[in-house]
């Protein structure tokens, strides 16, 4: 019969050593399957990205734009898609080639993505397995956490954050600019496209509300929420979009490619833009 006895005294080598597994883990069932998925969904979308930000075309179609190259900052951008009338990049070229407008803006919210936190564990565990999944032993022999370059840039999250706020701003203005009809007055007229933008635009604001650095910006460093109730309001309510996190972080992702697409096909002519009305 065991008793509190059988309990190894703290600090004894009995505590201090990991069990011998001769085996990299125990599990039995496909702990493999999410970091798999993990890696060919994220290599699929940073692929296409880049692809679609060099090729640097059909990113308008009246009155769409494409939320790769929106803002439009540089010169080289098609006129109309230049919303705010202001380029402050200019254009640049080197080898000759002009360099994308996509380019110019992606820094923002690639950065939100590669330092969010769910996205950090997600391809902390696929790419490089640290640890692939829990009960797992991880090939690494030694963990220098987020103190050095690159993963050091992990710990400015915040302020992607931040700047991913003013890129909603914009995509939402533009969700609201689709809602004109070319050759048509009035801002009351619904495509598809209209429908397309304003979701991609609806997720990427869940998908940002719902991230820890605004529920740390909602309630952090408050001693007292009965002192601050508009504070805990707002806390509480982030607190719920929270735990559904890492669903809106993919379906963002997979809405910014879908809404980049339907722009590009619109734009090359492969379809019409249905106005309901």
């Known amino acids: 019969m065991s008793s509190s006895l059988d309990i190894p005294p703290a600090n004894s080598p009995a505590t201090r050593t990991k069990a011998k597994i001769g085996v990299r883990t125990l599990r039995t069932d496909r702990w493999w399957l999410m970091p798999l998925v993990t890696v060919i969904v994220i290599t699929s979308f940073v692929g296409y990205s880049t692809w679609r930000a060099f090729e640097n075309a059909y990113y308008y179609a009246e009155p769409l734009i494409s939320p790769f190259y929106s803002p439009c900052l540089s010169t080289a951008c098609t006129p109309e898609a230049a919303q705010f009338f202001w380029t402050p990049f200019g254009s640049w070229t080197i080898f000759g080639m ?164 339907y722009v590009r096909e619109v734009a090359i002519g492969a379809i019409s833009n249905f106005y309901f009305f």
Request: hydrophobic share 45%; with cysteine; charged share 10%.
């Open 98 to 261: 002009v360099i994308s407008p996509a380019l110019f803006i992606l820094i923002f919210p690639l950065g939100f993505r590669l330092t969010c936190y769910y996205y950090r564990k997600a391809y902390f565990r696929s790419f490089w397995m640290s640890p692939p999944a829990c009960a797992v032993s991880e090939p690494h022999t030694k963990y220098s956490g987020e103190t050095h370059v690159p993963l050091i840039f992990n710990n400015a999250h915040r302020w992607f954050f931040y700047a991913g706020l003013v890129f909603n701003v914009i995509l939402t203005y533009d969700a609201i600019l689709a809602l004109q009809r070319p050759g048509y007055s009035g801002w009351a007229h619904v495509s598809i496209g209209t429908l397309v933008l304003l979701a991609n635009a609806t997720f990427l604001w869940l998908y940002s509300l719902s991230c820890h650095s605004c529920r740390h910006a909602m309630g952090g460093r408050l001693k007292h929420f009965s002192k601050h109730p508009v504070r805990y309001k707002f806390w509480t309510l982030v607190s719920k979009l929270n735990v559904h996190h890492p669903r809106f972080a993919w379906i963002s992702l997979f809405g910014v490619a879908l809404a980049d697409l």
